[in-house]
């Protein structure tokens, strides 16, 4: 078994955590991703608590990030206890931030409508690396929907071109889908026009087929809001 065959184990991320236990961030770090985050994603408020999951977290500081930039209530989960227990220790002192033991395939743990938003950083393309890829990643799509609240966000990073990703993403759950494009080079939003070029979605076809060429340059970042079935309307910053 090659070692991204073996992206969806227990194992070998156990032992790979083992090996690697320092903060080591998937596709793009936290300062990158917040303008886009900050459009999508509503702080808690004195009314509200706005909790957020992060699924396959890893030893990532991407959580830190968020709750330094003001969010109060981060979940993080991932399939690998050595990842788990790291993160515990490390981040003890910061009660904004939850770890748990968890498969995405099944977080029956987590009562539905819980998220505003659910992150995912390259969990959904490991998944689709292993065995019985498709299976499992329509598990996972399906729990991630079940679980987000009405009119949450499923924000999904990946190197998955709109060929292979936006038909995954629809089979799962009737979303709203917006596209977005980042560098990979990308470390930080630096400018005003680097946050401008982000937080623009980039256009669809009417059978949301991308309008540009696939670019093997840049991530792809596919915001999914999860449509009020009770027949409510959407309402955002953004306008759909």
């Excluded at 793009?28 to 886009?36: G, N, T, V």
């Excluded at 292993?130 to 009405?150: D, F, I, T, W, Y």
């Excluded at 990946?158 to 889908?177: D, F, M, N, V």
């Excluded at 087929?209 to 991530?219: A, I, M, Q």
Aim: proline residues 4%.
């Amino acid at each position: 078994m090659s070692s991204t065959q073996a992206y969806g184990e227990e194992w070998y991320w156990d032992k790979r955590y083992q090996q690697e236990s320092g903060p080591f961030d998937w596709y793009q770090k936290y300062p990158s991703l917040s303008p886009l985050l900050r459009l999508y994603i509503p702080k808690s408020s004195q009314m509200t608590t706005s909790s957020v999951l992060v699924v396959g977290c890893g030893t990532s500081a991407f959580s830190e990030g968020m709750v330094d930039d003001g969010y109060e209530d981060v979940v993080n989960i991932d399939i690998s206890s050595v990842a788990i227990e790291t993160m515990r220790e490390r981040y003890s002192n910061r009660p904004q931030m939850k770890y748990l033991k968890m498969d995405v395939r099944n977080m029956s743990a987590f009562q539905s409508d819980s998220f505003v938003a659910v992150i995912d950083k390259g969990t959904l393309d490991s998944l689709l690396c292993g065995h019985n890829s498709r299976e499992n990643a329509a598990k996972m799509l399906q729990e991630v929907a079940r679980v987000l609240k009405a009119n949450g966000v499923y924000i999904l990073i990946t190197y998955g071109a709109p060929t292979y990703r936006l038909h995954l993403l629809r089979e799962a759950h009737s979303w709203s889908i917006k596209l977005h494009v980042i560098g990979k080079a990308f470390l930080e939003a630096s400018s005003e026009h680097h946050t401008q070029e982000l937080t623009s979605p980039v256009p669809l076809n009417d059978d949301l087929s991308l309008t540009l060429v696939k670019n093997p340059d840049v991530h792809y970042i596919y915001v999914c809001i999860k449509r009020d079935e009770s027949g409510g309307q959407y309402f955002n910053n953004i306008h759909l």
